[in-house]
């Protein structure tokens, strides 16, 4: 009987505070050891490892303790790219480690006449076969699945994976439903587990032809919705598998290096200083002690204005009985002496794709990759780039010259510009 | 006919009256049903007429001009010998300077008359992207290069009707309508195909259009590369769903609805698995509504868990399904569900849901002054007597009749094809503005066709029934009359047709 962990969508570096950097680590390091303490065969981290391609280096060493070990252990660490994992350079620290040797990369491709055929990589101790395809942004790895070769991954014999990251049409939440995602029919069939990436959300799915289809969410993440979530109940954690010929048993493990706390406060039809009294109550009253607290306050004050609700006390107040730290949410919370926004959206990545989806029609230029959907996802693309920082011993000429080109060759406009400069 | 022939005399009018004329055919004009000929006075004046009927008859002997005379007793030399056939023929069209009309006069007694030309109708042709391919007009079984394209706005939100009985080319005339459609862009089809015959998984079929990718959703349970599996999620389904296809008592309804209002979107979960709310529901009524839910749905509860027979309806997949076709109708595509491997009850069931949800949204859109910027919508309804016959509206009616009677104001439309005309309320037919009627030979269905016709078809009970594979007659408030109508074999309309945007002239009736 082999065993495998399937871990997915870790986000690490995604959280700016280092309180919550710290515990998204802790997740992690907890993942790896578990992995360890049942003796898996080996462990597939299907996409998103990190936040962006090239994360902050304490964060990135931090992690490469961790997973070095599990590999000291005798446990192979099999990875794709996610879609956060992709740079427009084309080399991010996925590949780094795997040129170390630290994580193996199981998306081998061949393109020969417009068919994208992938080879197997086969795990020496279970013989399991792992294939799959990275992620690019925005769902552009559909390209890919449009030409796969699914006749020859469909004929191999044995123990086999298919690894991806990417949302599947037929299972997105309805919350997503916005989402770019890939119809199951590109998948290849008969495979024996589908090990899934970058739906926030666990779960294990079938359709005739497809058994397992597994996406087992975030360990932690710094999303809105998805801190919401979590605080609400919802398991956050991997999967850990075991098998011979065939899947024998799927389990959750569920990740518990730190607990939430949801509090929640309606303010309709109270004054400011009302409702300002009733979230003191509600968290004297919480415990909040070693969580992760999401605090939302929403509805309509009735008199007064949102300001007067004194944010900044209160989340001391949390940090003094004991939370880790406050998430506050008031997206939904308005005053009628102070006109709600017209826009409200509370994950921010869908907010700035339909931001930029409104205004990619200011363009009046011909260039077919700064208009319409690939537009879009360009800006998108080139959005997350720019926020990627300073790399520590890089200067500022070196920076603005790297992500210069980084843009250009992202835009796919270098030959425009260098055209005309010259 | 050879064209060579087209501008000769064929014939002459001998009698008859505003509603059909006689023609008195010259010798060897072989002259056929459903053939279109014209008696001018002039380049700018003339009249359309179109033969619904033939006789033998002893030849005229007319009071004809002294001038014309001695050529006339030649002629009447010549018909003696010969056998004699006379015409029936409506006046239909008539042209006169510069206007086109219902003809008024009909044209002078013993004027004589020739075969329709191109040249007849040219003056009718238009290159709009917004029209739909029905066919290319049809002067007998001559096959004329006009084609008749008619407004896709007008034509899809007033309704279509397309009755006939089997093997007269229905699904062929779809599918060219749709490859049409296709290359527009601009309407939104949803297709219940119960014969999984229209994308072309095996043959040729939609799938080959060179706007398929971006145009064409093909949701199947047995997916193919690039569909979408057929899966809908149980809390997409609601109680109205089900009026029409699945008969619930009073009692039973009055408990779903209990259920629907404790559980909302969870309602069949909660039924199936026997939660109890606090109004009193019979054991007996319960256990009755889950037998029911689980003959059509194949839902079940089983260690807890919800399970479904099909892979069709599930409790975890399939969430976003209804999201993705309405989108995908809005934008101006055609979305195809392959029903073929589902029970009756399942495959309507599913279009009642979408159909349910698109007349809701529509609705909603047209009360928040969204509607113009959603592609009208068309559901294509086959065997539509298994929604539409008298007995399944006849208590409360169902979504495809409300979308009959209401769906014109808000751009959502019915495409309904069958081969029992007559089991069809008039209530509904007399919604139904275009009718494309292939050959028929029931009589009672033909009664029922003409009856409910827009234009007067009461002398074309022939021509229905002699209608071959391919050929049609539209009947329509946007023609001008009922047109003869030839539509090309799917196969070779798609060769030839690979991008007619903005190239392919036709006539916009």
Redesign the interface.
């Known amino acids: 009987m082999g065993r495998f962990a399937h871990i997915a969508d870790v986000h690490l570096g995604s959280n700016r505070e280092k309180s919550m950097r710290d515990l998204e680590m802790r997740a992690f390091h907890e993942a790896m050891d578990r992995c360890i303490s049942e003796k898996v065969d080996f462990t597939i981290l299907s996409g998103d490892l990190f936040h962006t391609g090239i994360p902050d280096l304490t964060v990135v060493d931090q992690a490469l303790v961790k997973i070095r070990e599990v590999r000291d252990s005798g446990i192979p660490v099999y990875v794709i790219y996610g879609s956060h994992d992709y740079t427009p350079s084309g080399t991010s620290v996925i590949d780094l480690l795997t040129t170390a040797g630290i994580i193996q990369k199981v998306v081998k491709p061949h393109l020969e006449e417009g068919k994208l055929s992938l080879e197997f990589t086969e795990d020496p101790r279970t013989g399991a076969k792992l294939s799959g395809i990275s992620a690019r942004s925005n769902g552009l790895e559909r390209k890919y699945y449009e030409i796969l070769d699914r006749e020859s991954l469909e004929k191999e014999d044995g123990f086999k994976i298919f690894v991806f990251h990417s949302g599947i049409t037929e299972f997105k939440p309805e919350e997503l439903s916005q989402m770019e995602t890939i119809p199951l029919s590109y998948f290849p069939r008969n495979f024996s587990y589908y090990a899934g990436g970058h739906i926030h959300k666990a779960g294990i799915y079938k359709q005739p032809g497809y058994d397992n289809i597994v996406f087992p969410g975030p360990l932690v993440t710094g999303y809105g919705k998805d801190l919401e979530n979590s605080a609400r109940g919802e398991k956050r954690g991997f999967y850990i598998v075991d098998f011979d010929s065939a899947v024998r048993k799927i389990r959750f493990v569920e990740s518990t290096a730190f607990s939430w706390a949801y509090l929640e406060f309606d303010s309709t039809g109270k004054s400011s200083a009302e409702f300002s009294g009733d979230i003191s109550s509600g968290v004297e009253a919480a415990n909040v002690e070693g969580k992760v607290v999401v605090l939302k306050l929403k509805g309509m004050i009735e008199s007064g204005r949102t300001s007067e609700i004194d944010i900044s006390r209160i989340r001391d107040r949390l940090i003094s009985r004991g939370a880790l730290h406050v998430y506050l949410n008031r997206h939904s919370l308005f005053s009628r002496e102070y006109s709600p926004v017209n826009y409200v959206e509370t994950d921010l990545r869908l907010l700035e794709r339909k931001l930029l989806r409104e205004n990619i029609g200011n363009y009046r230029g011909n260039i077919s990759s700064l208009t319409g959907e690939a537009g879009t996802a360009n800006a998108e693309e080139l959005l997350a780039n720019m926020k990627q920082e300073q790399k520590i011993n890089e200067s500022k000429a070196d920076y603005a010259s790297r992500k210069r080109n980084e843009a250009l060759a992202l835009l796919g406009i270098r030959d425009i510009l260098e055209g005309d400069s010259s | 006919m050879s064209s060579e022939h087209e501008g000769e005399a064929v014939g002459r009018i001998v009698g008859g009256d505003s509603a059909s004329l006689t023609i008195e055919g010259n010798n060897g004009a072989n002259l056929e049903l459903d053939e279109l000929l014209v008696s001018e006075s002039s380049s700018s004046d003339y009249t359309v007429l179109k033969i619904n009927n033939m006789s033998y008859g002893p030849p005229t002997n007319p009071v004809v001009p002294d001038a014309a005379k001695s050529l006339h007793d030649d002629r009447r030399q010549d018909r003696e010998e010969q056998d004699h056939m006379f015409y029936m023929a409506r006046p239909v069209l008539r042209y006169s300077e510069g206007k086109l009309g219902i003809p008024k006069v009909i044209p002078q007694l013993w004027s004589e008359v020739r075969r329709a030309n191109k040249s007849d109708f040219e003056f009718l042709t238009n290159n709009s992207p917004d029209t739909v391919f029905i066919g290319k007009i049809r002067s007998g079984s001559r096959v004329m290069d006009i084609d008749i394209r008619l407004n896709g706005r007008d034509l899809l939100t007033h309704h279509v009707m397309i009755p006939a009985t089997t093997g007269r080319g229905k699904s062929n005339l779809v599918k060219v309508m749709l490859w049409s459609i296709l290359s527009s862009g601009r309407f939104g089809i949803l297709l219940l195909d119960s014969h999984d015959e229209y994308y072309g998984r095996t043959g040729r079929g939609l799938k080959e259009h060179p706007d398929s990718t971006e145009r064409l959703a093909y949701y199947s ?9 057929l ?1 809908i999620n149980l809390e997409s389904i609601e109680p109205d769903h089900f009026e029409g296809i699945l008969a619930f008592t009073e009692a039973q309804k009055q408990a779903i609805s209990l259920y629907h209002r404790a559980f909302k979107e969870k309602w069949i979960e909660a039924i199936v698995r026997g939660k109890e709310i606090r109004e009193s529901v019979s054991e007996i009524t319960i256990r009755v509504i889950q037998r029911k839910l689980r003959r059509v749905l194949g839902i079940y509860e089983e260690n807890g868990r919800i399970k479904c027979e099909s ?1 069709v309806f599930s409790a ?6 209804l ?2 076709i309405v989108k995908s109708l809005e934008s101006g595509k055609t979305v195809i569900l392959d029903t073929s491997r589902l029970g009756d009850d399942g495959e309507l069931l599913i279009g009642s849901i979408v159909a349910g949800r698109i007349f809701s949204l529509y609705r909603n859109y047209k009360g928040s002054g969204e509607l113009d910027s959603k592609a009208p919508v068309s559901i294509v309804v086959e065997e539509a007597p298994r929604i539409l016959s008298e007995d399944k509206i006849a208590e409360e009616g169902n979504i495809y009749s409300t979308i009959a009677r209401e769906g014109r104001k808000f751009n959502v439309g019915l495409i309904a094809i069958t081969q029992l005309t007559s089991v069809i309320p008039r209530t509904i037919l007399s919604n139904i503005n275009t009718k494309i009627i292939l050959g028929n030979e029931m009589a009672l269905e033909r009664e029922a066709i003409i009856n409910s016709a827009v234009q007067d078809l009461s002398d074309q009970d022939r021509s229905i029934a002699s209608l071959d594979k391919g050929e049609a007659i539209v009947s329509s408030i946007f023609t001008r009359f009922a047109v003869p109508v030839y539509t090309p074999e799917f196969e070779q309309f798609a060769a030839t047709e690979r991008k007619p945007r903005g190239m392919n002239q036709g006539l916009i009736m």
């Open positions: 349970t047995d997916s193919v590369p690039g569909s979408f599996s899966v892979s975890d997949s399939g969430t976003t399904t999201v993705d």
